[in-house]
């Protein structure tokens, strides 16, 4: 049996479920899509993979097509400042009750949240849903910072251990005389001390080297500061489902008050690689609560008002889109997760033998420790790292891809069905690159070739021989594509 032509195959079974569980009985354009997935996956091993991934490629589209389309329908009918007494009915039935669309509430997608979150015994929880993980983390920082009230003579000090360059932006805006921050370079160092109120951490880092968080190393030395922080804050945007809550939260008690604040995007790995809508996802949890820290209750209702007030809510096209049974459901997002973090732990332990282009492949797998082990993403350091060499790469790639008609895209973000590649300039006055390949949840022909490629490209011994072999190639001008224009 060919493993490609068997991969197609499961992978046109999944997406007939994804739209069985959208709702495909009560609405023909998924219903069409059941077909179409069931048809292709009937001749999947009769078929050549190529073919067939395109047309899986085509169903994904329709599929997100159909719910976006029959979110719209729910949505049109209202106003953003809809009429009194008229029911605002979501796909499902549940009812929305709001005056102004930005104060939209999401009780339905928080109680699924709740469902399928990891608790621990003596902690309490509430899970408040945003319109972006940007929004979310936005309203964390300030929400914080307004209920503990620090003042001169007791200020808050906050350490952080997070790479996001727009963390670090927001970190800015909350910057005062009675607020200030300091980026950690030793974690668990810093925690020990005792000189931090509130610590931000990302337990796998969005940086060049794909950090990771030592549980059991942070553990030791939350239990050895005096005083200790009674706020953690935790980026989990990168970790997803294997971020291990219960066993987290079960470990760090020990009579006095904490407040956990989990924060990840809602739209990258909870929603099947479909990107229905922008969304960001806290969960609070809190345990000994006294007056001097909130409770997850008290903490989560002023972030509601605070979302509220700032027009952080999803809209009513978002909550309807996102009104789908797959959408936050922990078995569905570790299923396909799952292949996401699968697919890139491949192309890291393909890539990282080579030594030519890349001076270092960053992935948590090669150098994690369960559960933190898994990212959605490789990050290629370039041996000799230059804009142009990163505009360079990206041309030969474009080409490669055209060439060998592969279903790799070259954009933005992560956690797709299909597979991405990009560059992002992180500070642009400082013109290096950060290189990443993205590996999406569908296997098939074009993931080999992605990782066959990846492999032939790595070995070029520098970029004048890649230069050489690609004469006719015109780098990406990503200096222009990010508003600088050249110097």
Known sequence: MNTESEECRLEAQVL??????????????????????????????????????????????????AILRRAHECADEHFRSPEHGVPKVLPSGALLHHSYERGATAEHLEERIARNAGT???????????SSAMGAMSAVLQCHRAMTQPTHDAPLRLGAWSSYFETDMLL???????????????????????????????????????????????????????????????????????????????????????LVVEVRSGLKLDQ???????????????????????????????????????????????????????????GWTARHAGQVFLHNQALAEAVSGQDGLFSRIAHPSLH????????????????????????????VINEEVRRQRLLLTWGSSFGFRG????????????????FKVAMGSRGGPSLRATLETMCRLAAYPDFAALRRDYPDVRPVDLMRMAGQGQE
């Open 172 to 258: 800015e805006l909350c910057r005062g005389e009675t607020t200030g921050w300091e980026s950690l370079g030793d974690l668990y160092g810093a925690t020990a001390s005792g000189r931090y109120q509130a610590l931000l951490v990302e337990p796998v880092r969005y940086d060049w080297d794909a950090s990771v968080m030592d549980i059991a190393a942070f553990v030791h030395a939350w239990r050895s500061a005096a005083p200790r922080p009674r706020t953690l804050i935790l980026d989990n945007t990168l970790a997803s489902f294997t971020w291990p809550t219960e066993r987290f939260l079960s470990a760090l008690p020990d009579g006095l008050p904490h």
């Open 120 to 130: 621990a015994a003596g902690w309490s929880s509430e899970h408040v849903v945003f």
């Open 419 to 434: 597979h991405r590649y990009e560059t992002i300039l992180p500070r642009v006055s400082e013109r290096r690159g950060l």
């Open 368 to 395: 994690g420790s369960a559960p933190l082990r898994h990212g959605p993403f490789v990050v290629c350091r370039l041996a000799d790292d230059t804009i142009e060499n990163h505009g360079l790469l990206l041309a």
């Open 16 to 65: 007939a479920e994804l739209a069985i569980a959208a709702g495909a009985e009560e609405y023909p354009p998924l219903t069409k899509v059941v077909d179409d997935a069931r048809a292709v996956a009937a001749d999947a091993l009769h078929q050549p993979p190529d073919v067939t991934e395109r047309e899986l490629d085509r169903i994904a589209v329709a599929l997100r097509r």
């Open 272 to 330: 099947q690689g479909l990107e229905l809508a922008n969304a960001g996802v806290v969960s609070v949890y809190s345990c000994h609560e006294n007056a001097g820290t909130p409770s997850a209750g008290q903490f989560a209702d002023y972030l509601r008002t605070a979302r509220a007030l700032g027009g952080t809510a999803p809209s009513m096209d978002g909550l309807a889109a996102m009104d789908t049974a797959f959408v936050f459901d922990r």
